[in-house]
């Protein structure tokens, strides 16, 4: 059974930075895609970073140059580093993978900027 559980989330002032975990179990991370997203109250989920199985990265415009995803295959973990976080950066923050027609995601973990 495929797992993934978020954290690292919390409430931090304008300016400040989280690191986001993402622990699996039942699947090898490393071996696919794996995504973040955010959704924010009243609006859509959207996709923040994807990293890829050789280690690509790619971000949302909004992101880019503040935020860093990567992955631990040790620890079977992928991470979301937020910098110069944003009242806007405020949403739930979900991770993903898709491997061979599955989707799974985690539960979230609350990311609140504000001073």
């Known amino acids: 059974q495929v797992k993934l559980v978020e954290s690292g989330g919390g409430l931090v002032q304008p300016g400040g930075s989280l690191r986001l975990s993402c622990a699996a179990s039942g699947i090898i991370l490393r071996l696919y895609v794996m995504a973040w997203y955010h959704q924010a109250p009243g609006k859509q989920r959207e996709l923040v970073a994807t990293?890829?199985?050789?280690?690509?990265?790619n971000y949302a415009s909004s992101v880019k140059g503040r935020f860093t995803i990567s992955r631990d295959n040790a620890k079977n973990t992928v991470y979301l580093q937020m910098n110069s976080l944003k009242s806007e950066d405020t949403a739930v923050y979900y991770c993903?993978?898709?491997?061979?027609?599955?989707?799974?995601w985690g539960q979230g973990t609350q990311v609140t900027v504000s001073s």
């Open positions: 993903n993978t898709h491997p061979l027609g599955a989707d799974y």
């Open positions: 990293i890829t199985s050789s280690g690509s990265t």
